[in-house]
Every structure is written in structure tokens, then in C-alpha cells.
């Protein structure tokens, strides 16, 4: 009875239609089927705006679980849009993604990086694909050349193969092959296969991103526990261009509606320059700590960091990380940025206290931000 009761049941895709006084038929309607798949519900923008309602992107984001893919995912959560989340990490890595989109709308799918069919899963039922896979760091199973070159030359490749009509691919300001970081060099050789792969790609290229979880400000701010602040030349020769993580991420979005984004490359920096030493000395003054900065000559400050390299833990400082951090940033005047994309830049100044209070003593918790001198701009 059980078998019968199963074969008796309607398969998916069929349904019962009423024929006749008590009569009922099955009945198939692959043309209905057909025009769901093509146009289904999901990417037709409906509602008021708002997390509750349809945006229409359903948009597939590699590296979700890093510091930009927060935003990047709250930001399109909140505009109604369906997100599809890889995840190689533990699930309890994702709980604080969750909320960021309503009920249904952020889906989490386990992914091999170096499976291609596990990428196609990932994106055959998305119209945005957006890559902000990296690490600060090479591990014994991954190389800078596999995060920056392999794996965003597999995902536009299939993407493209896929028919999404949109892929945005995270890069770098500094990214250059001739860049004393092997960090910058395989981001300028992603760049390249990404855009072999993809042509109408979108590639952004923002300078170091400061945030509440960033390891920019953050990583400057610890550097009290070690009795001062080491620095290349003082950090008087290194002239930086910080940008905001949440105007970063709004350029995505931004990218993604604009229909004449598609095959550019934006250069997102923030809307001043600074030298190195003036924004170490004004986290310091926002932070009410003493500044005692002292000059270290690279050779011996690589030498400091092979120490964290071969620590088991996590390593909080590399020796590509004093490279990439000493290197000035580009200026690229010919390329569009932020205001192109419909974004005012936000000053370091503005945000930085919300990076920074955490690190303050108890008796400055509270001290008003006005109380710290503003940081010395470059001259553009």
C-alpha cells in the first residue's frame, strides 16, 4: 500500500486539474515550467524597497565571511536581494551573516575552491557574481598566486560560461607587477586573468579599507604592546590614501545598477593623502596612548616578522605585510572612482573613533573626538 500510495502522489512539475464534475486529471504544463526557469519570481524587482522586498539581483558573493563581504552582504540584504554565500569555514563562522537578510533570502552553500563544478553550483542561478576571495597571508595549502590568480580565473571563467550577466572582482590600488609585495604582483596578474576571462568584467581597486574590523587602524593600535610603533623611515617616505570599508561597499552596489560600469576598472581611494607617520601619530592621538615611534630598517623589520610567519597561530604581522604597508599609494587620474560611481568619499577623520575607541583607557572612553588634533594631510 505504501508503494502504491507513493506512485500515486504527483511528481514536481505536475499538478491536478479538474476536467469534469468529480473528475480529476494530471496535467503538464512544461511551457509554464519552462518560462520560470527563464524569468523566475526571484529576479523580478517587486515591492517598496527594503529588506522585505525584491531588488531582482541575486547575487553570488565568494568571500563573504572576510572584512569587505560583511558589508558587501549587509548592503545588498537590506535592498532585498537574494545572496547565495560559499562558505569552506565552520557554519558557526556564518551566524552573524544571517540577520542581514530577511527570511529565505540568504542562502549558504558549502564550496571547494579548487572544484570547478562546486564554483558552478555556486553561481548558475545568480545574475551577479562578486569575488573578494584573499588572504593576508600564504598558507601550506594556499599561495598568494592560488587566491589572487587561480581561483579568480576559474570563477570568471565560469561565470562567463554560466551566462551571469555581471561579475565585479576585487583588486588592489597598488597592485603592480613591480611591486616589492608578492601580494600587489599576483593581484595586478588576477586582475589581468580576470579580464582575459571576463572582458565586461567590473574591477575595483580599492586602497587599504579602514573599518571596525579592519587590520589597518587596528594593527597600527596594537603595536603599543610592543613598547612603540617601528616604522620604515619614520613612515615619512610612505604617503597614504585610506578609503572607507562602507563606501567600498556601497561602489559595489552601485556597480552593479549602473548598466555603463560594465568592462571598467575604478580606483577607490579615500579623499585625502597622508604620510604613514601622521596617521600612526593620529590613531595614537584618538586613542589617547602615547605615540613613541621609532625608525626600523627593513631587513630587521622582515626579521621581526618571520618570527609571527612561523608561529602556529595566526600570524599578526608578514614580512609582505611591511612591504605592502610601506608602499605609497598610486594615483590613477584617469581611471573613474568613487564620485563616479555616485559616492562622496568619507574622511579618515570622520570614522576613525569608531575603530579606535576600543582602544582607549576607561577615564578617555567617552573624551570627545575634537579633542584630538586632526591628522596632516598630503598634498594630492
Same mark, same amino acid.
Request: hydrophobic share 40%.
Given at each position: 500500500?505504501?508503494?502504491?500510495?507513493?506512485?500515486?502522489?504527483?511528481?514536481?512539475?505536475?499538478?491536478?486539474?479538474?476536467?469534469?464534475?468529480?473528475?480529476?486529471?494530471?496535467?503538464?504544463?512544461?511551457?509554464?515550467?519552462?518560462?520560470?526557469?527563464?524569468?523566475?519570481?526571484?529576479?523580478?524587482?517587486?515591492?517598496?524597497?527594503?529588506?522585505?522586498?525584491?531588488?531582482?539581483?541575486?547575487?553570488?558573493?565568494?568571500?563573504?565571511?572576510?572584512?569587505?563581504?560583511?558589508?558587501?552582504?549587509?548592503?545588498?540584504?537590506?535592498?532585498?536581494?537574494?545572496?547565495?554565500?560559499?562558505?569552506?569555514?565552520?557554519?558557526?563562522?556564518?551566524?552573524?551573516?544571517?540577520?542581514?537578510?530577511?527570511?529565505?533570502?540568504?542562502?549558504?552553500?558549502?564550496?571547494?575552491?579548487?572544484?570547478?563544478?562546486?564554483?558552478?553550483?555556486?553561481?548558475?542561478?545568480?545574475?551577479?557574481?562578486?569575488?573578494?576571495?584573499?588572504?593576508?597571508?600564504?598558507?601550506?595549502?594556499?599561495?598568494?598566486?592560488?587566491?589572487?590568480?587561480?581561483?579568480?580565473?576559474?570563477?570568471?571563467?565560469?561565470?562567463?560560461?554560466?551566462?551571469?550577466?555581471?561579475?565585479?572582482?576585487?583588486?588592489?590600488?597598488?597592485?603592480?607587477?613591480? *611591486?616589492?609585495? %608578492?601580494?600587489?604582483?599576483?593581484?595586478? =596578474?588576477?586582475?589581468?586573468? $580576470?579580464?582575459?576571462?571576463?572582458?565586461? #568584467? &567590473?574591477?575595483?581597486?580599492?586602497?587599504?579599507?579602514?573599518?571596525?574590523?579592519?587590520?589597518?587602524?587596528?594593527?597600527?593600535?596594537?603595536?603599543?604592546?610592543?613598547?612603540?610603533?617601528?616604522?620604515? *623611515?619614520?613612515? %615619512?617616505?610612505?604617503?597614504?590614501?585610506? =578609503?572607507?570599508?562602507?563606501? $567600498?561597499?556601497?561602489?559595489?552596489?552601485? #556597480? &552593479?545598477?549602473?548598466?555603463?560600469?560594465?568592462?571598467?576598472?575604478?580606483?577607490?581611494?579615500?579623499?585625502?593623502?597622508?604620510?604613514?607617520?601622521?596617521?600612526?601619530?593620529?590613531?595614537?592621538?584618538?586613542?589617547?596612548?602615547?605615540?613613541?615611534?621609532?625608525?626600523?630598517?627593513?631587513?630587521?623589520?622582515?626579521?621581526?616578522?618571520?618570527?609571527?610567519? &612561523?608561529?602556529?597561530?595566526?600570524?599578526?604581522?608578514?614580512?609582505?605585510?611591511?612591504?605592502?604597508?610601506?608602499?605609497?599609494?598610486?594615483?590613477?587620474?584617469?581611471?573613474?572612482?568613487?564620485?563616479?560611481?555616485?559616492?562622496?568619499?568619507?574622511?579618515?577623520?570622520?570614522?576613525?573613533?569608531?575603530?579606535?575607541?576600543?582602544?582607549?583607557?576607561?577615564?578617555?572612553?567617552?573624551?570627545?573626538?575634537?579633542?584630538?588634533?586632526?591628522?596632516?594631510?598630503?598634498?594630492?
Amino acid at each position: 500500500m505504501a508503494a502504491v500510495a507513493r506512485c500515486s502522489r504527483a511528481p514536481r512539475g505536475l499538478f491536478l486539474r479538474r476536467a469534469g464534475p468529480g473528475i480529476s486529471v494530471l496535467a503538464v504544463a512544461p511551457s509554464v515550467l519552462q518560462q520560470h526557469h527563464q524569468v523566475h519570481h526571484a529576479v523580478i524587482p517587486h515591492g517598496r524597497g527594503g529588506r522585505s522586498s525584491v531588488s531582482g539581483i541575486v547575487a553570488t558573493v565568494f568571500g563573504a565571511t572576510g572584512f569587505l563581504g560583511r558589508y558587501v552582504v549587509n548592503r545588498l540584504g537590506r535592498i532585498g536581494s537574494q545572496v547565495i554565500i560559499p562558505y569552506r569555514c565552520d557554519q558557526y563562522d556564518l551566524m552573524y551573516l544571517r540577520p542581514m537578510g530577511d527570511l529565505g533570502q540568504l542562502l549558504f552553500l558549502e564550496w571547494d575552491c579548487k572544484d570547478k563544478d562546486s564554483i558552478r553550483r555556486a553561481v548558475e542561478h545568480s545574475n551577479v557574481v562578486i569575488n573578494l576571495v584573499g588572504k593576508e597571508w600564504e598558507t601550506k595549502n594556499f599561495s598568494f598566486e592560488d587566491e589572487f590568480v587561480n581561483i579568480p580565473k576559474s570563477i570568471a571563467q565560469i561565470t562567463r560560461e554560466a551566462g551571469v550577466e555581471t561579475l565585479i572582482h576585487i583588486s588592489h590600488l597598488n597592485a603592480s607587477m613591480k *611591486s616589492p609585495s %608578492k601580494y600587489l604582483r599576483s593581484k595586478a =596578474v588576477g586582475e589581468n586573468v $580576470v579580464r582575459e576571462e571576463f572582458p565586461d #568584467a &567590473i574591477i575595483l581597486k580599492p586602497s587599504e579599507m579602514f573599518g571596525r574590523e579592519d587590520r589597518f587602524l587596528n594593527h597600527y593600535a596594537n603595536m603599543r604592546w610592543f613598547g612603540g610603533v617601528p616604522l620604515i *623611515s619614520l613612515g %615619512k617616505k610612505t604617503v597614504k590614501q585610506p =578609503v572607507y570599508v562602507v563606501d $567600498v561597499a556601497k561602489a559595489i552596489i552601485n #556597480a &552593479i545598477n549602473d548598466p555603463d560600469a560594465k568592462g571598467k576598472t575604478y580606483a577607490l581611494a579615500g579623499p585625502n593623502r597622508y604620510l604613514l607617520y601622521d596617521i600612526v601619530e593620529y590613531i595614537y592621538a584618538v586613542c589617547f596612548r602615547t605615540f613613541l615611534p621609532y625608525p626600523l630598517p627593513r631587513p630587521l623589520y622582515h626579521l621581526v616578522a618571520r618570527f609571527f610567519e &612561523i608561529n602556529p597561530f595566526e600570524p599578526w604581522l608578514t614580512r609582505d605585510k611591511v612591504d605592502r604597508f610601506h608602499t605609497t599609494d598610486m594615483t590613477f587620474p584617469d581611471l573613474p572612482g568613487l564620485e563616479d560611481l555616485g559616492i562622496q568619499p568619507t574622511p579618515l577623520e570622520q570614522k576613525a573613533i569608531e575603530v579606535l575607541r576600543r582602544h582607549r583607557r576607561y577615564r578617555w572612553l567617552d573624551a570627545e573626538l575634537e579633542e584630538a588634533k586632526p591628522a596632516k594631510t598630503y598634498p594630492m
